[in-house]
């Protein structure tokens, strides 16, 4: 029998754009010149501009291998190994919640399905609340938030004309945020504008959310890439633990252990009591169950051996730094050949001034398109390039593209 051949029931259904950062390495796979450059994904890239599978990712899985364990279901809310180790990471082993049994921890689809376990839960625990999202921000935030059915609005986050923070916009707009909003905060080295608060700064956003009785919600995707220290890293999140505050924080392991694709990352809730992080826990699971019933367990293995373990933790920590500082040794790079190509005097510094994978150019729609076209260099249309997919030897072919497409295209 053959089938007929007819109208499709899915006739209705539109084409969808390209996602606006995965969608940059499906041009960067069509484009065939060799001189074509990936910085569209924050994804960690060798010299020779290679993926790494870092040394302790690969140790712990060679000690999954020998102890031959099985692939038994994992509990909804995730290995427990894991999310004793992942909760230590962010608050510290010491911290006085943890061991006051008041982080309700249940592990995720890495970082992104951590903020939408978080999202689902202010849409049914805190209904009509809103959520307040950085201008800009990462790309997916926004989408996140939508498809969870929670309202959002944006605060002002970035100064054009200083290329810095703009912390006066951002306290104004947290202030007049209804009382009871949550504030979603890159714990650090913020994506995509590398411009996070001081500390002193921190100290009075906590002031602010405090005052007005809303929650912040930490989204950590790059602890260890803003300092090069897991602990410096924590300590936005950590400042408001210290406090009392109530938090939200979802982590993700993609890009300090390597592990994009094992999808591996937390949500986390620190509250008042061990009474309400247990039902609180509780819903988290609750909500987990339906959508994808439970996680999965290798990226939750290779974390726990890594940091559960003393010598692999020192080995992780040292191949962090070393990761961390080839992306500040070709940011040097890029602003050196930017400073000596470009004969005008535009200042350039704050591609130094700029913190963790990214740089936020300020190249617009047009230029970043002459980017691509004309110099096969792929980036984001926001401006946005990932210097952890850059090497020494293209700092130079780089700089030449952004000066041709700043000074020559609209
Ligand atoms: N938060 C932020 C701020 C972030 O930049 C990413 C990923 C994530 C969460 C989620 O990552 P996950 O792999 O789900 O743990 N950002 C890079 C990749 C992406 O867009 O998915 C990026 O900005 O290029």
New binding site residues.
């Given amino acids: 029998m053959t089938l007929a051949a007819g109208v499709s029931k899915f006739e209705a259904v539109t084409m969808a754009p390209p996602d606006p950062?995965?969608g940059v390495s499906e041009a960067f796979r069509a484009d065939t010149s060799d001189a074509k450059l990936n910085l569209g994904?924050?994804a960690y890239r060798t010299e020779e501009l290679q993926p790494l599978v870092l040394n302790v990712v690969k140790k712990a899985e060679k000690k999954m291998l020998e102890s031959g364990e099985n692939k038994e279901y994992l509990p909804i809310e995730g290995l427990a190994a894991f999310n004793k180790a992942t909760a230590e990471l962010l608050l510290g082993a010491d911290s006085p919640a943890i061991k006051e049994g008041r982080v309700a921890t249940v592990q995720g689809l890495?970082?992104?399905g951590s903020?939408r376990l978080g999202a689902a839960f202010i849409q049914r625990y805190f209904p009509g609340a809103k959520v307040l999202i950085s201008s800009p921000t990462?790309?997916?935030h926004k989408n996140i938030f939508n498809d969870a059915g929670v309202p959002w609005s944006e605060y002002r986050y970035f100064e054009p004309k200083t290329v810095g923070l703009d912390f006066e916009g951002m306290m104004a707009d947290i202030k007049d945020a209804p009382s009871g909003s949550f504030i979603l905060l890159?714990g650090c080295a913020h994506?995509p504008t590398g411009i996070d608060p001081t500390p002193e700064q921190w100290e009075k956003i906590a002031d602010l959310i405090e005052e007005k009785g809303h929650m912040a919600f930490f989204?950590v995707?790059y602890q260890g890439f803003a300092s090069g220290s897991l602990d410096q890293d924590a300590d936005s999140v950590r400042l408001f633990v210290k406090r009392g505050l109530e938090i939200l924080v979802a982590q993700?392991y993609?890009k300090n252990l390597g592990l994009?694709a094992e999808r591996i990352?937390a949500i986390n809730a620190v509250v008042h009591s061990s009474d309400v992080a247990v039902r609180v826990k509780s819903q988290l699971k609750r909500l987990a169950r339906p959508m994808y019933s439970n996680p999965p367990v290798h990226g939750a293995k290779i974390v726990a051996n890594v940091v559960g373990d003393a010598a692999l933790f020192d080995e992780w920590r040292a191949e962090m730094e070393m990761m961390a500082g080839r992306i500040k040794t070709v940011r040097q790079r890029l602003y050196d050949d930017l400073s000596t190509k470009d004969k005008s005097g535009k200042d350039w510094s704050f591609v130094l001034k700029q913190i963790g994978m990214f740089s936020f150019t300020g190249l617009n729609r047009a230029q970043s398109d002459n980017m691509s076209d004309k110099w096969h260099v792929y980036m984001t249309k926001d401006g946005r390039i990932?210097l952890a997919g850059l090497s020494l030897a293209k700092c130079s072919y780089l700089a030449d593209a952004i000066i041709d497409s700043y000074y020559n295209v609209q």
Wanted: no cysteine; hydrophobic share 30%.
């Fill in positions: 950062i995965l994904v924050g890495s970082g992104t903020l990462w790309g997916n890159h994506n989204d995707a993700s993609s994009y990352g990932s």
